[in-house]
Structure formats: structure tokens, C-alpha cells
């Protein structure tokens, strides 16, 4: 089956600095690529989606000079919270699409637990 | 706009049966999916329907009605680690996810 990693599973750091998340897929090559947040109790929210090769498309409301995301290959996106502050503390998830091959089919990262002090 | 409903919390006995609803209002419509959620941890693929009718999965079942944008997930002989988040979700014609808040299900001994 398609697996998708992220790094790391837990981090926290202190306000200011900036934290890089990184999303692998696997066993698959993703043309595209979703970012989530997802506050407790709460459900998913897109914050953007990034297709290889390209810039990522933002939704309404997420700072993208805040929230940068680099989808350098077909297995691997970063996401890098910027300047991170208390309020970004998150759970953070990513999930991968094979557009061509699969593109109803969404294979999740296991999340990334973000605490900023 | 976009739109998915679902109840916020549900509670059931082991062993029982329980069905969770959703509606829902999309551009487009690519299928419905359900994942289940434990605390803590990313969803997990639980079923699709994009076609009428009912798909039946172990204990799990899902059922689609697409002209009444209706969906429901059907849990059997229900067990105390079924205790978890589920997450109604439609795809839309671009192939984005439009999620529902999810139904927290409470499984009583």
C-alpha cells in the first residue's frame, strides 16, 4: 500500500524561530501534495496544496510567507513555519495524491505535533 | 458554498450497532469518504463510495445517496477501540477534500 512519512513526528521549539516539517511519499511518486492543520477537537483544515515543480496554492486566511512550502521532487514537500509563535501550535498533517494514477486516493503522513513555547 | 454535516458526538454499547450520518454540498462530487481518527494520531482511510448503494467492509459498511447528498457509516458489533473521531469527507470536481468537523464516538462497556 501507499505510505506516506513525515519528520519529525513531535518538536517544539521556542517563539521565533522557524521549524521545517518534511513530508516523504514512500513507495509512490506524489504528484500532489496537501498540507493540514488541525486544532484539538476540531477537524482538518487545507491550508495549501502543492503540486511538484510548482508554487503552492494557499487557502483563504494562510500567510504564505509564514507557512512556506517547497515541493522540490515527486516524494518529498516541506513545510517550514516561519517565526513561529505560541498560536501556530498545532497538529500539523500532510497527505500525498498520485494524480494521474489515483487521483480520488489521498495517503496520509501520520502528523507532526507542533508546540511553540 | 461547500458544505458537510455531521453530527458532533455519539455514544454507543459494545457489541451494539450504531450509524453515523452526513450530508453534504459540493462543486462537483468525486466521492465520499470516511476516515476514523484516534486522538493523537492522522486519519485513517475507512471507506469510498461514488456510486448509490451501500459498500460493506468487515463491520463496516458505508451507504451513499447522491441525489439526496446523503452518506452514512454503519459500525457492527461494535468494540471499545472503535472509540475514535470519524470524518465525513466529499470530493469535490477539483479532487479537494471537503471536510466534515467529525463525530466523536464514545463506546460504553
Known amino acids: 500500500g501507499a505510505v506516506v512519512s513525515q519528520h519529525p513526528s513531535r518538536v517544539i521549539c521556542k517563539s521565533g524561530t522557524s521549524v521545517k516539517i518534511e513530508c516523504r511519499s514512500l513507495?509512490?511518486?506524489?504528484?500532489?501534495m496537501f498540507w493540514y492543520r488541525q486544532f484539538p477537537k476540531k477537524s482538518l483544515m487545507l491550508m495549501a496544496t502543492s503540486n511538484e515543480g510548482s508554487k503552492a496554492t494557499y487557502e483563504q486566511g494562510v500567510e504564505k510567507d509564514k507557512f512556506l512550502i517547497n515541493h522540490a521532487s515527486l516524494t518529498l514537500s516541506t513545510l517550514t513555519v516561519t517565526s513561529a509563535h505560541p498560536e501556530d501550535s498545532s497538529f500539523y498533517i500532510c497527505s500525498a495524491r498520485a494524480e494521474r494514477e489515483a487521483p480520488n486516493e489521498q495517503f496520509f503522513g501520520p502528523g507532526t505535533r507542533l508546540t511553540v513555547l | 458554498g461547500q458544505n458537510i454535516d455531521q453530527p458532533t458526538e455519539m455514544t454507543a454499547t459494545e457489541g451494539a450497532i450504531v450509524q453515523i450520518n452526513c450530508t453534504y454540498q459540493?462543486?462537483?462530487?468525486?466521492?465520499l469518504f470516511w476516515y476514523q481518527q484516534h486522538a493523537g494520531e492522522a486519519p485513517t482511510f475507512l471507506s469510498y463510495?461514488?456510486l448509490d448503494g451501500l459498500e460493506e467492509k468487515g463491520r463496516f459498511s458505508s451507504f451513499l445517496s447522491r441525489s439526496k447528498g446523503y452518506s452514512y457509516l454503519l459500525l457492527k458489533e461494535l468494540q471499545m477501540k472503535d472509540s475514535a473521531s470519524y470524518l465525513c469527507a466529499a470530493m469535490d470536481s477539483n479532487y479537494q477534500l471537503i471536510w466534515g468537523a467529525g463525530t466523536k464516538l464514545i463506546i460504553k462497556p
Open positions: 513507495d509512490f511518486q506524489a504528484t500532489t
Open positions: 463510495n461514488v
Open positions: 459540493t462543486s462537483g462530487f468525486n466521492g
